[in-house]
C-alpha cells in the first residue's frame, strides 16, 4: 500500500516538474496589433503599412514577428523597440473585385499568446 502512495505521489510530482520545464510560462500575457495611420490601403505594387505590437498594459513588444497575409499578398517582419514594423505589400484585388481584406498574426519570444486577427486591414481598388 505504501508503495502505490508513493508512485502516485512521485508520479504527480514528475508530472508539475515537466509542465513547468516544457512550460515555463504559466500564465502568458496578451497582446495586440494596431495599424499605425489608416486601416484602409489602396491596391499597388509596395504599399507600406506600419504596425505597432502592444501588451495588454499598451507597453511596446520588441522582437515580436509580425506577419500580413491575404489576396495573394504577404509579408513579415519583426518589431523595433516601439513595438512598429513596416512591411510592404504587393496587393492586387483582380478585375471584378472593389474590395479586399488582410490577415495579421503576431508571435513575440517570452510569455505571449499567438495574436490573429482575419479581415483587419481593408484593401480597395485604386
Known sequence: MK??????????????IAAVVFRPCL????????VVGDTVLREGTDVPVTLQVLDDESVPVEGATVTVTGLGAG???????????????????????REGYLDVEAT??????????DDM??????
Open 75 to 97: 509579408d513579415a517582419g519583426l518589431s523595433d523597440r516601439q513595438g512598429r514594423v513596416t512591411l510592404y505589400l504587393n496587393v492586387e484585388l483582380g478585375a471584378h473585385r
Open 27 to 34: 500564465f502568458p500575457r496578451s497582446m495586440y496589433v494596431e
Open 108 to 117: 513575440a519570444p517570452g510569455c505571449y499568446r499567438r495574436f490573429h486577427q
Open 3 to 16: 508503495l502505490i502512495v508513493s508512485l502516485i505521489i512521485g508520479a504527480a510530482a514528475l508530472g508539475i
Open 121 to 126: 486591414i481593408k484593401v480597395i481598388a485604386r
